[in-house]
């Protein structure tokens, strides 16, 4: 049975996952949480036997989508499954330490931090490095910058933050969808993510959506939590290549105005495979020039419909 006065529920969306997933969900039960309501986990359809893993767990409700639904949509549907004030979406290939989701509910509860919608945490891969998890909003110019990978060299006309060391609290645009804690009343208002976005920048389009709403996104370094980054994406490059350029050109057309939008799709369609291919070239590795033809095959493949269907398609 839910208890009402439990504050947070857990939402994982695993695909294919591994050992991983039941490692996220351990660290999650052995933190010993008061607040904690439930730990949902909405399985796309894995084919790897990792939910199964799962099956014996009498602490989490586990939820077969039977297909890949994307990660948005997913997530979506784990958050129907709760009623918690608070939704904590996290990445599979993530882990929380002892009394981090207590630190992060204590913080939001707080008097001075009622405006405050989103919350994120300092994040820490297996070599204990910190990530750099958090993000600008994009912009035309810092999309057309990553296209030719100007970005590397001038971080700061880019979106991610990497010129930053992550060590201090800060106001910012977006934290990263691995450890994402929202307040409910939000989230249903803003009827949770944009199911277009299939996989990537699903979790910064929300976010924009908060901060236009007028509520805070906060970063706190004081709280910690594992993220190895990368994934179960790491099993499909090429198909990670085209979702990655499908969802920058769906945001592109969400923000940008026709204009600014068309031209990250040009820039997209006749700089990037070019770019990438040099890149991939420099450093001999032809199996990553085969990804980057395949990954934009099916980009072209994808497009037609996806104008055709007035830009609505999932």
Same mark, same amino acid.
């Given at each position: 049975m839910l208890n009402v006065s439990h504050k947070i529920d857990v939402v994982i969306v695993n695909w294919n996952s591994g050992d991983q997933v039941l490692e996220c969900v351990s660290s999650i039960a052995h933190g010993g949480d008061n607040d904690l309501a439930r730990i949902i986990v909405v399985d796309n359809g894995s084919t790897d036997g990792s939910e @199964?893993?799962? /099956?014996?767990? !009498?602490? +989490?409700?586990?939820?077969? #989508?039977g297909r890949n639904l994307g990660f948005g949509k997913a997530c979506n549907l784990g958050a129907r499954h709760g009623k918690a004030k608070y939704i904590l979406f996290l990445n599979p290939d993530a882990a929380v330490y002892p009394a981090s989701l207590q630190a992060v509910l204590d913080y939001m509860e707080r008097s001075d931090t009622q405006d405050v919608g989103v919350c994120g945490v300092q994040l820490k891969d297996e070599h204990g490095e910190i990530s750099r998890s958090c993000t600008r909003f994009p912009t035309v110019i810092g999309f057309l910058a990553h !296209? +030719?990978?100007?970005?590397?060299?001038?971080p700061r006309l880019g979106h991610f933050m990497r010129e930053w060391d992550h060590e201090s609290d800060r106001s910012v645009d977006h934290v990263i969808g691995a450890f994402y804690l929202i307040r409910r009343e939000i989230f249903d208002k803003l009827q949770g993510f944009d199911e277009r976005f299939f996989v990537y920048l699903e979790d910064l389009d929300l976010s924009r959506r908060v901060k236009i709403e007028g509520w805070r996104v906060e970063f706190l370094s004081s709280v910690q939590a594992y993220h190895k980054g990368g994934g179960t994406s790491d099993q499909v490059k090429a198909r990670r290549l085209f979702y990655s350029q499908r969802s920058k050109i769906i945001y592109s057309y969400k923000y940008f105005g026709f204009l600014g939008a068309t031209l990250v799709l040009l820039s997209t369609l006749l700089l990037e495979p070019i770019s990438r291919t040099a890149i991939s070239v420099l450093r001999g $590795? /032809? $199996?990553? +020039? @085969?990804e !980057?033809? +395949? #990954?934009?095959?099916?980009?072209? $493949?994808?497009?037609p419909g996806w104008v055709f269907k007035g830009r609505k398609e999932h």
């Open positions: @199964k893993l799962l /099956l014996p767990l !009498t602490d +989490v409700q586990l939820i077969e #989508a !296209t +030719v990978g100007l970005d590397h060299f001038i $590795s /032809l $199996s990553s +020039v @085969k !980057t033809w +395949v #990954a934009y095959g099916l980009l072209i $493949s994808w497009l």
